[in-house]
């Protein structure tokens, strides 16, 4: 199947962009960017997945950490 498109909700991307900006401001630029990489690497998974919901894919990702 190939990979879905995921075209997150405008809100979302605002809740996203206003976490980065508290994170830069209150642990770091670095902090801030692995945030950032870690949500585009969640969507690109989903995209991989799209019959998977949510629920699953974040239970699978908690079980390898």
């Given at each position: 199947?190939?990979?879905?498109?995921?075209?997150?909700?405008?809100?979302?991307?605002?809740?996203?962009l206003?976490?980065?900006?508290?994170?830069?401001?209150?642990?770091?630029?670095?902090v801030?960017?692995?945030?950032?990489?870690?949500?585009?690497?969640?969507?690109?998974?989903?995209?991989?997945?799209?019959?998977?919901?949510?629920?699953?894919?974040?239970?699978?990702?908690?079980?390898?950490?």
């Amino acid at each position: 199947m190939p990979p879905k498109a995921i075209v997150p909700h405008r809100h979302a991307v605002d809740d996203v962009l206003d976490v980065v900006d508290y994170y830069r401001e209150h642990a770091g630029a670095p902090v801030a960017e692995n945030f950032s990489l870690e949500v585009a690497q969640a969507l690109e998974r989903f995209s991989l997945h799209p019959k998977r919901d949510i629920t699953q894919a974040m239970l699978s990702r908690q079980r390898f950490q």
